[in-house]
């Protein structure tokens, strides 16, 4: 099965209808550090940012030096997610006391 994004296309990998064998890109099998490491220097980029819209914008311009709670939370739930799928990854990740 494929699934169109507007970035690339996400080819889900089945080998039996009851068993998920992971994500696949066209370059192939997602490189889950990888991925938790372009969340989590995306999500402290957030830092940089004034909030325009939600409770954060409450606070405005002070708002800025601290990052996007919820994209610091996502970046938390890539990292989890690397962990599980790749066990031997935790040296090549930025562990979350360090975050």
């Known amino acids: 099965m494929s699934v169109r994004r507007a970035s690339a296309t996400v080819h889900l990998s089945t080998a039996s209808p ?17 991925t938790a490491a372009a969340a989590l220097a995306h999500a ?14 409450y606070v405005g311009e002070r ?3 601290n990052p996007d709670a919820g994209a610091m939370g996502v970046a938390l739930l890539f990292w ?20």
């Open 18 to 34: 009851r068993r998920w064998t992971g994500l696949r890109t066209a370059a192939g099998p997602v490189d889950w550090p990888a």
């Open 44 to 57: 402290q980029a957030t830092a940089e940012l004034i909030p325009l819209r939600g409770r954060a914008s």
């Open 63 to 65: 708002a800025v030096g």
């Open 80 to 99: 989890a997610l690397a962990l599980y799928r790749d066990p031997t990854s935790r040296h090549r990740l930025t562990p979350p006391a360090g975050i």
